[in-house]
C-alpha cells in the first residue's frame, strides 16, 4: 500500500517550507520532500574548514524588514507562520547602499529619506514625481493592470529622466529580474516596495531562519524528509493522484504544492509548461578575519550597471558581464568582531553557456572569471587588497543546477509565471518563484499565500 498524505510539497527552500507550516496548522499529514541533504534551495548554506566555518549561498539582503503590516510583507509571513518576528534575528545593515550607471549614482539605506535626498540632488526636477510613485505604490488600485504592462511603461508615467529610471530599475531586476528585457509592473512594485520601502536586514545566517522554519514545521507534526527527489508525478484524469520518488517509492496526496519551478514540475508530470529564463549567476565569496577598521569599506550592497543604457539580459559571452553585484556581510551589525567578514561579487550569465562543459574548460573558464571578479572586488573594497583572505569560492549556474535542479541554473523562476499558482493539472499547485514569489520574502509569503487561497479556503467552503 502507498503511503498517503493530505498534501505533499516538493522542495525544502523558503517556499516549501512556508507552505509546510501553513497547511501543517490546519491538515494532520503534510510531506515535505527535498532532493538535497540541506535545506534552502537557492538560499542555502555549506560549511568549509570547519563545522563553524559557515558559508551562506545567496543572502545578500532579507528584504521587507519592516514588520508592521500584518496582511503585508514580513508581518504577514509572521503572523501566517506562528513566528514572532524577533525569533528571525534580523538586523539592518550598520552602512548604506549603492546603486550605479556610467555617469550616476544613488546612495540608499533604511531610511527612504536618503534615497529621495540622493534624487533630490542629483535630478531635482524629478523628486515630486517620486514623492507620488512610493505613495502610489504602498497604496496600488489596480494591481491587475500593473500584470500588464512592463516595468519601463510603468515608470514612464510618473518620470521623465531616462538615467532615473535606470537607477530605479537595475536594483529590482538585480534582485528579481526573471526575464529578459522587461518584467511586469505588479513584481517590479513588489520588489520595489520590499527593498526600499520596507527596508534590507539579513540574520546572523540562513541557517538561522532555515533552522527555525524546520522546527515550527515539526512541531506542527509535519514530516520533513532530505535526499528524496520527486522522479515523477503521477495524474490522472486531470487531476494530481501522487508522486514517485527517484527510489520508485510511491506516495499519494490530495494535492500537491512544487517549488521545483513551473517547466520542472510540467516535466515531472509530462507536461509542457512555462518558458525557461536564460539568466544565472556567478558569484564570487571571499572570507576575510581581519579587524572591520583595517578594511576601509563604505557600502553595504553595491548594485552597478556597467551598460551605457540599461537593458535587462545576460551577456551572449560566457565570462563577459555587464551587471554586478557586490555584498558585504561585514556590515550587518551581528557581523563584528571576531566573525569572519564575507564579501560577495556576482554577475548574470547565459546559464545554458556553463552547462555541458569538460571539466578542463569549466575550471578554467571558472578561475578566469573569479579572477576578474576578484579584480573588481579589490577595486570597489581596496582595504581588502592589505588582508589575507581566508577563503575564496566561485558559485557557477552549473552549482545552481546541481543543487536545485532549476533548469538553465535560474534564480528567479521562468520567464513565465502563475500568479494564482493553479496549473493545468487540478490539485496541483506552483509555490515560489515561479508563482511570482521572488527573493527569500517573496518565496515565503508564496508558500502562504497559494496555501491560503487554494487550499485552506477551499477547504473550509467545501
Ligand atoms: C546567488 C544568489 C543570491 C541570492 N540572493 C538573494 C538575496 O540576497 N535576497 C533574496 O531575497 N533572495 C536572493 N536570492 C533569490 C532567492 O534565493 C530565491 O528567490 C528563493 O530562495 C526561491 O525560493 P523557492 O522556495 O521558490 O525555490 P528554491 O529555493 O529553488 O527551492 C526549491 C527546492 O526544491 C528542491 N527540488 C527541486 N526539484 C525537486 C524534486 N524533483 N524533488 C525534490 N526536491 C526538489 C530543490 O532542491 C530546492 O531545495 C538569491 C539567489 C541566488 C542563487
Known sequence: MAERYDSIIIGAGFAGLA?????????????????????????????????????????????????KNRRWGFGLICRNLGIPASEFSLVPPSRPSLIEVPGAGLDFNNDLDVLRGSIAERFPAEVEAFDRFCTDMSQLEDVQRLYGIGSRTWLEEYFRDPVLM?????????????????????????VFRSIFLEGCSSP????????????????????????????????????FRAVELADGTRIEADRCLSSAGLCET???????????????????????????????????LQLISEQERFDWKAPDERGAFDHLTLAASAFYDFAEEPHAK????????????????????YQREKNHLEERLLQVLLARYPG??????????SLTPRTVVTYTSHLNG??????????????????????????????????????VVVSNFQVILKSART
Open 19 to 67: 507552505a509546510g507550516i501553513r497547511l501543517a496548522q490546519f491538515q494532520e499529514r503534510v510531506l515535505i520532500l527535498e532532493s538535497h541533504f540541506i535545506p534552502g534551495g537557492l538560499n542555502s548554506y555549506y560549511f568549509r574548514g570547519g563545522k563553524d566555518k559557515l558559508f551562506n549561498t545567496g543572502l545578500h539582503t532579507v528584504t521587507n524588514f519592516n514588520a
Open 166 to 190: 535606470d537607477l530605479l530599475e537595475l536594483p529590482v531586476y538585480i534582485y528579481g529580474g526573471y526575464s529578459e528585457k522587461q518584467i511586469d509592473a505588479a513584481t517590479f512594485s513588489t
Open 204 to 239: 546572523p545566517d540562513i541557517k538561522h531562519i532555515l533552522d527555525l522554519l524546520i522546527k515550527r514545521f515539526k512541531s506542527l507534526g509535519g514530516e520533513l524528509k532530505m535526499r528524496k527527489r520527486v522522479a515523477r508525478i503521477d495524474c490522472e484524469g486531470g487531476a
Open 266 to 300: 510540467g516535466q515531472l508530470a509530462g507536461e509542457v509548461w512555462g518558458r525557461t529564463c536564460p539568466l544565472s549567476v556567478f558569484e564570487t565569496v571571499v572570507s576575510v578575519n581581519a579587524p572591520m577598521t583595517d578594511l576601509q569599506a563604505d557600502y553595504t
Open 342 to 361: 564575507h564579501f560577495k561579487i556576482g554577475c548574470f550569465q547565459k546559464g545554458e553557456l556553463w552547462l555541458g562543459l569538460d571539466e578542463e574548460t
Open 384 to 393: 581588502l587588497r592589505d588582508v589575507e583572505a581566508e577563503h575564496c569560492e
Open 410 to 447: 535560474g534564480i528567479y523562476g521562468g520567464a513565465e509565471k502563475t500568479f494564482d499558482g493553479t496549473t493545468a493539472v487540478q490539485d496541483l499547485f506552483i509555490i515560489g518563484n515561479d508563482q511570482g514569489g521572488i527573493g527569500i520574502m517573496g518565496a515565503l509569503t508564496s508558500g
